[in-house]
């Protein structure tokens, strides 16, 4: 993070842009915003945007435990490097790119008759004959490393292809379509650009271990950014990361339909990947994560297809057709919550989320979307009266009732989801591997049970 305050508005613009797809405080946001904004805010303004600009890292002299990024696949150029000594040559390739790593895999494999499609230990590799007749001077012993090696390629690029869709898909339940968007349209609207860079860090806030559901990311210093935007804004690189009618009502309708297409397009893919991953056992009236569930990627998908629906339905909201959804209308995906969060709700005298019982009660969205299976409007009515629920205001019908603007509150320093009052104290538990469910580690230990005992712990806890 470039903490100089005399630069260029551009430099500061382009920070802002490679901040979409990572993870920046929105503390640390808004002090690049009051940079970026110098000389045209109002003083009432100034002083709004400060209420979290004093609490940056630049301000405070110190940074977070957490990671200002989220985490991104591992490349092939390891493979691609042990490739190349093995071959004895040198082929130029991408190792970040999935197509570029299987043709780099292919090129290579020329020379040993192998390809991406004959690639089978067993029954691909050329006996002695073959090789003979095909002028390859290499022992079965060297044919095999390479042929091993190649398969290696590409299984990097098939690995690599995946992470790379998952995290795909987890940018765009967390910040929409902001990732796509191109650095000049970015920088050519300050205005709209301060919005985005601002809502979309607000929106990656990490979640915190508590009873009360997530705050809402537009807060005042968000609202205080959108209507600073006019009719001259780019409304169209701020729907991207904001699906809503005060947003929609300034695209026209070919517009809205596209955005409708790509939050169709982004739904269906990450429903697809959620039927791959559904364990037929799961208990769906409680959802709670089993031993050997993959709960993170999970919920990192079921996340990603709930603000698809979402912003899927407030496209067809905004262009007046959710008559649609009484044909179709696909439920939400339930997250899978960890044993203890869910007896600390029961301890407290709540019980399984309402919204459970009724994606219990419908027939998976997936079986929907494909036409296995009916659920129509109707159904998700009856299934949301029965769990007590409406089905417009909780959002399974209807885009979600607009929200309060929230109060802007400093981030919170978590450490796997529990709020702890130091950033070095944070680092520490973190490393420790306390409250991660995992035996914390011997040697940080006492260090661990010190800090606990010192009141480090800001968040509430159902046992301390």
């Known amino acids: ?10 430099e500061i613009l382009e920070e802002l842009h490679s901040s979409l797809d990572r993870r920046y405080r929105p503390e640390d946001v808004a002090d690049l915003v009051l940079q970026a904004l110098a000389g045209r805010l109002p003083r009432r303004e100034r002083v709004v945007l400060e ?14 435990s957490m990671s200002a990024d989220y985490a991104r696949p591992v490349g092939g150029a390891r493979q691609v490097a042990a490739a190349a000594r093995l071959f004895g040559q040198s082929v130029e390739v991408d190792p970040d790119d999935p197509a570029s790593l299987l043709e780099f895999a292919a090129t290579m494999g020329r020379s040993i008759r192998w390809a991406p499609e004959r690639s089978d230990f067993l029954a691909d590799r050329l006996n002695r004959d073959a090789r003979d007749a095909a002028g390859m001077d290499l ?19 098939g690995t690599l292809e995946v992470e790379q869709d998952k995290r795909r898909l987890l940018m765009a339940s967390v910040i929409g379509f902001g990732a796509d968007i191109p650095v000049d349209r970015f920088a050519a609207d300050v205005e709209a650009a301060c919005f985005v860079a601002y809502y979309t860090a607000r929106r990656k806030l990490r979640r915190e271990f508590s009873l009360s559901g997530r705050e809402n990311p537009f807060d005042e210093i968000a609202a205080l950014l959108l209507d600073r935007c006019t009719d001259r804004s780019d409304w169209w690189m701020i729907a991207q990361v904001r699906t809503t009618p005060d947003v929609l009502d300034h695209l026209v309708d070919e517009e809205r339909g596209r955005l409708l297409g790509q939050w169709s397009a982004v739904m269906r893919h990450s429903a697809e990947l959620l039927r791959a991953r559904w364990k037929p056992g799961t208990d769906r009236a409680s959802m709670i994560v089993r031993r050997g569930d993959d709960s993170t990627t999970w919920n990192n ?156 712990v800001a968040s509430d806890l159902p046992a301390q």
């Open 301 to 456: 998908l079921a996340v990603a297809y709930n603000a698809a629906r979402a912003g899927w339905l407030a496209c067809l909201a905004s262009l007046g057709a959710l008559r649609l959804l009484d044909a179709a209308c696909p439920g939400k995906a339930m997250r899978l919550m960890a044993a203890d969060l869910a007896a600390w709700h029961e301890s407290a005298g709540g019980g399984v989320d309402p919204n459970t019982a009724v994606w219990a009660a419908l027939p998976l969205p997936w079986d929907v979307l494909d036409g296995r299976a009916a659920c129509t409007r109707a159904d998700v009515e009856a299934a949301c009266r029965t769990a007590g629920l409406d089905p417009v205001g909780s959002g399974w019908t209807a885009p979600a009732p607009k929200r309060g603007v929230a109060v802007f509150r400093p981030t919170p320093e978590l450490v796997h989801g529990v709020s702890i009052a130091d950033p070095v104290w944070a680092s520490l538990l973190r490393r420790a591997r306390v409250f991660s469910g995992k035996p914390v580690k011997p040697e940080l230990a006492g260090d661990a049970r010190h800090g606990l005992a010192s009141g480090v």
């Open 1 to 10: 993070m470039n903490f100089r305050t005399d630069r260029p508005r551009r």
């Open 139 to 157: 022992s079965k012993r060297q044919y095999n490393r390479r042929f091993r090696m190649l398969r290696r390629v590409a299984a990097k690029a």
């Open 51 to 64: 209420r979290a600009a004093k609490h940056s890292s630049r301000r405070q002299g110190w940074f977070s």
